[in-house]
Structure formats: structure tokens, C-alpha cells
């Protein structure tokens, strides 16, 4: 958890990207004109059709791409390029092979100089919140995809970043290891209470996960919609809740209309 002294809000004014398009050979403009403020430990789902921009701003905030204009901020300070304080999910495992499951999820704090045995507990500690303690001394290649991206998860949030960025971290595996991932996703987010940028195409996805959901259009925030869902989340209770398919229903006719 993060030590309570300040607020870690990430804030997104008036977010602009352009890029030269050398197919094109002109400009283009692939975020607008987006503002979007995430208070410490909320959940946001981002979602939209492709090329609306969701992960352009996923990138920026990550400090992969420099904006073209506005500024992106995080307990007011501005992003200058990637920081331990951001952590990223991609869609792709991204685990080290050569190096055992503990070893991966312990690397940020190695690299932090902390010492090889408290890594190894830190390791340990959110390895069991995804119930794969005992698969630490494994190698990536070991373990089935689902699993895989449990580490990737939890890799993430063991070097304890203020926001956690996930960029369609789902989307790779079968449907019923995917509603797991979901429910163990916010079972994580619950215990820990990182705030959580995730991006999906996948509309039940993003209403089951977030608090808020934002759909993205052509560069713009289309809609920031409140889920108001009670916790902990499990789809056997909400696949058929007309509140849950409200919800849904509303995304979805945003999303096609964008």
C-alpha cells in the first residue's frame, strides 16, 4: 500500500498527440483534447473501438510517447518519461525466461537495491495473492497462459507503483480463464488499492472491473460513466443481474456510436 502522506492523483488536462503519418505523408491526430482526473486507488476502464486513441493515452501516461500538448500529472508532478511509480501490463506476458517466476516478480524491488531475501518474500507475499506460491521456483515456460499473466500482474504491483496501466492484459487467453483473471484483477485491486488504468475493446469487461468506465471517440472522452456495483465482484452473481446488463447496454450503445 502506498504510505498515506499524499494523494497520488493522476491527472489528464487537455491531452493532445500528434504524429506524422509517413503512409499519409501528413499529420495526424490521434488523442484530442483529453482531460480525465483518477483519484488514488480508483479503477477505470477505458474503452472504445480501435483507433480512438486508448492506448496512444495509455502510452503517454506511461512516459513511452511525449505528448503534443496539455500535461499529464501525478500528485501534481509532471510526467517526463517512464517512472517505477507506473506499472504496465501488456497484452503479452513480458516474463523474463531465463529467470524463475519469484525472480521476476521480485525483480523491481531488486532493482530498487533491496536485498535478494526480502525480494524473494516480496515475491512470495503477492505471488499467494494469486494463490501461485508455490510455483515461484518454476520458469515462465512452466506455467499455462492464464498463469502467466497472474505473474504479469502481480510482477507489476510487487515494485508498488502509484498507478498500474493495463493495456487489453486479457485479451490473449480462452474466455473462462479470462472471467477468472477478472475476478482475481479485482480481488488484487481490493487487498492492494493501486489505482488502475485499464484498457479493453471488451465492454462487460470494463463495466464487471472498473468504477468508472470511459469511452474514447476519435480522440475524445465520449462518456465517464460511475458503476455503481457492489464488491467483490463474481460473475456468477452478475451475469444475470439487470443492473450489471444496464450498465452494459449503456456502454456498449456509447461505445457503437462512437
Same mark, same amino acid.
Given at each position: ?15 493532445? %498527440? ?168 479485482? %480481488? ?65 450503445? %456509447?461505445?457503437?456510436?462512437?
Amino acid at each position: 500500500m502506498g504510505s498515506g502522506y499524499s494523494m497520488k492523483n493522476l491527472t489528464i488536462q487537455n491531452v493532445s %498527440k500528434t504524429y506524422f503519418d509517413p503512409y499519409a505523408g501528413a499529420n495526424v491526430t490521434a488523442v484530442h483534447d483529453i482531460s480525465l482526473k483518477v483519484n488514488q486507488g480508483e479503477f477505470i476502464s477505458i474503452v472504445g473501438p480501435s483507433g480512438c486513441g486508448k492506448t496512444t493515452l495509455l502510452n503517454m501516461v506511461a512516459g513511452f510517447l511525449p505528448i503534443s500538448g496539455g500535461s499529464i500529472t501525478i500528485d501534481d508532478k509532471p510526467i517526463k518519461g517512464p517512472g517505477a511509480d507506473r506499472g504496465v501490463v501488456f497484452q503479452t506476458f513480458a516474463l523474463f525466461p531465463w529467470k524463475t517466476v519469484g525472480e521476476n516478480v521480485g525483480f523491481g524491488p531488486r532493482m530498487r537495491g533491496l536485498p535478494k531475501k526480502e525480494c524473494d518474500q516480496i515475491a512470495l507475499e503477492f505471488l499467494s495473492l494469486v494463490g501461485l506460491e508455490h510455483v515461484a521456483q518454476k520458469y515462465p515456460n512452466e506455467l499455462s497462459g492464464g498463469m502467466q499473466q497472474r505473474v504479469g500482474v502481480v510482477r507489476a504491483l510487487a515494485n508498488n507503483p502509484d498507478v498500474l496501466l493495463m493495456d487489453e492484459p486479457f485479451a490473449s487467453v480462452d474466455a473462462q480463464t479470462r472471467m477468472t483473471l477478472q475476478e482475481e484483477l479485482t %480481488k488484487i485491486w481490493q487487498a492492494r488499492r493501486p489505482t488502475i488504468l485499464f484498457i479493453t475493446h471488451d465492454v462487460p469487461e470494463s463495466v464487471f472491473l472498473a468504477d468508472r468506465v470511459v469511452v474514447l471517440s476519435k480522440g475524445r472522452v465520449l462518456e465517464d460513466m460511475p458503476i455503481q456495483l457492489q464488491r467483490p465482484r463474481v460473475w456468477e452473481h452478475l451475469i444475470e443481474d439487470d443492473t450489471f446488463k444496464g450498465f452494459s447496454s449503456q456502454v456498449l450503445s %456509447k461505445v457503437r456510436s462512437a
